[in-house]
């Protein structure tokens, strides 16, 4: 079955800190693969994706994802985080057959430490 | 600007009423979902729709339904036989165009059972 695990619920880092959030997923063939953010109370906004091709992704605010098709894993990174990352963070792959169908995983929150 | 819109923001319900969340795009794009999305579960796919008149249900779809009589529109009726609504709800919508699918979420609706 598909699926994707993020297994973080939480996690707290130093402002300045690097960052590593960890997303594994279950999928056939290579999947869509992306990274999603998301403030309280607020829709989702997309950081990152990956369809093919170089498999280190530059995305939005200074985040970049690594695709390792060996681990079957799509981590997002950030080497100095700021106080305005804290938020939620939610991996998703995307059917690659045409459905358009998504799996999201069920999110990191991330704190951030002054 | 282009985007998706979904009213309203807030809303409450007596049990055993039907409502109905209201969400337009105005991207053009083919393909639209809901997710319901609980606090520590990540979203939960109820259902979608890859073209006009045409639906197909997600993983939770029992005690909602939807309609998709339009492109831009897609509306999603939470029933009274849906044991437990209150949740975050968000919808999606989706294009092909770039090589592969990308969603883009509206800010969603919390819906509030009392």
């Known amino acids: 079955a598909q699926s994707v695990t993020q297994p973080d619920i939480h996690i707290t880092v130093s402002e300045g800190a690097s960052l590593e959030l960890r997303c594994n997923y279950s999928?056939?063939?290579?999947?869509?693969l992306f990274w999603y953010v998301q403030s309280p109370g607020q829709g989702l906004q997309l950081l990152l994706k990956?369809?093919?091709?170089?498999?280190l992704v530059q995305g939005i605010k200074g985040f970049e994802a690594e695709f390792k098709r060996s681990q079957s894993s799509f981590n997002l990174r950030k080497p100095s985080v700021h106080w305005s990352d804290a938020a939620e963070y939610f991996c998703?792959?995307?059917?690659?057959?045409?459905?358009?169908?998504?799996?999201f995983g069920t999110g990191t929150r991330l704190k951030v430490l002054a | 600007d282009g985007g998706i819109t979904q009213s309203p923001k807030y809303l409450f319900r007596k049990e055993g009423q039907n409502v109905t969340l209201s969400c337009e795009q105005n991207?053009?794009?083919?393909?639209m979902y809901w997710y319901r999305q609980d606090p520590g579960q990540g979203l939960r796919l109820i259902y979608y729709?890859?073209?006009?008149?045409?639906?197909q249900k997600g993983d939770i779809a029992e005690g909602y339904s939807v309609s998709r009589e339009k492109k831009e529109s897609f509306p999603l009726t939470v029933t009274s036989a849906q044991k437990n609504p209150t949740a975050f709800y968000l919808c999606?919508?989706?294009?092909?165009?770039?090589?592969?699918?990308?969603?883009?979420f509206g800010q969603g609706t919390r819906l509030t059972v009392v």
């Open positions: 999606a919508s989706s294009t092909s165009q770039g090589g592969g699918p990308e969603a883009f």
């Open positions: 999928y056939g063939a290579t999947p869509y």
């Open positions: 990956y369809f093919s091709g170089d498999t």
């Open positions: 998703a792959v995307g059917d690659t057959s045409g459905t358009y169908k998504y799996i």
């Open positions: 991207l053009n794009h083919d393909a």
């Open positions: 729709s890859q073209i006009v008149n045409d639906f």
